[in-house]
């Protein structure tokens, strides 16, 4: 049963608008989301992280919104450039145990920005 | 700083083979995360090592298994190869456990 879900395979932006990637989650105990971006042949970095007391967090173009009731969240890029292209992944963990549970994630979505 | 290395880049194996895979952790980072990755499944979760004990662990078989030497390198042992495990294994690592982790660019494995 995926726990964290990214529906979106891919996803194709014109240079200079918006990216919309989201991302949807079934445990309610979730309470720490990432974004990772990755390009081929390198391991994934870390973009922006938000913890479920906020509902939103911003990073330069980045903006991450969490909604809790509706168990979703979405990276913004704005404005998305040629170089954004890459796979990102969407991630989350619970605390538990007086930790900080392993991150699960989704599948990932793949974004093409053409000039 | 120096940041994850994972050695071998490269390998390949035949069935039924056994594989070792090397991952360096940031220096002070003392938790190590493993995570397997194939085409259209996302990162799967491994496990993980905190000061030399596994702390946590993912939904795989015995045949995958790893450990951690006392200053925070890991090594991941994958016995008896099947030709599902062609995969891109990543080490992550991190100064406690999950917050953010640190990917190195990982090893990827063929089996043939």
């Known amino acids: 049963d995926q726990q964290v879900k990214q529906n979106s395979p891919s996803l194709s932006v014109q240079e200079g608008r918006i990216s919309i990637l989201n991302c949807d989650y079934t445990?309610?105990?979730?309470?720490?989301f990432l974004w990772y971006k990755k390009y081929p042949a390198e391991g994934p970095t870390f973009l922006i992280s938000i913890s479920s007391i906020k509902d939103k967090n911003e990073d330069g173009r980045f903006t991450v919104f969490l909604n809790k009731s509706a168990k979703h969240l979405s990276l913004h890029i704005v404005p998305s450039q040629p170089g954004d292209s890459a796979v990102y992944f969407c991630a989350a963990s619970a605390y538990y145990g007086g930790s900080q549970g392993n991150l699960i994630f989704g599948k990932g979505t793949k974004l093409s920005v053409k000039p | 700083k120096a940041g994850v290395t994972q050695t071998p880049r490269y390998l390949i194996k035949t069935r039924g083979q056994q594989v070792t895979l090397s991952c360096s952790p940031i220096?002070?980072?003392?938790?190590v995360s493993w995570y397997q990755q194939t085409p259209g499944q996302g990162l799967q979760f491994l496990f993980e090592y905190f000061s030399e004990t596994q702390r946590n662990k993912g939904n795989f078989p015995g045949r995958f298994s790893g450990r951690q030497f006392s200053n925070s390198r890991s090594e991941m042992n994958v016995s008896t190869l099947e030709l599902g495990d062609s995969a891109l294994y990543l080490c992550?690592?991190?100064?406690?456990?999950?917050?953010?982790?640190?990917f190195g660019s990982g090893t990827q494995l063929s089996v043939l």
């Open positions: 445990n309610s105990m979730f309470d720490y």
């Open positions: 992550a690592s991190s100064v406690r456990g999950h917050e953010k982790l640190f």
């Open positions: 220096s002070g980072h003392r938790s």
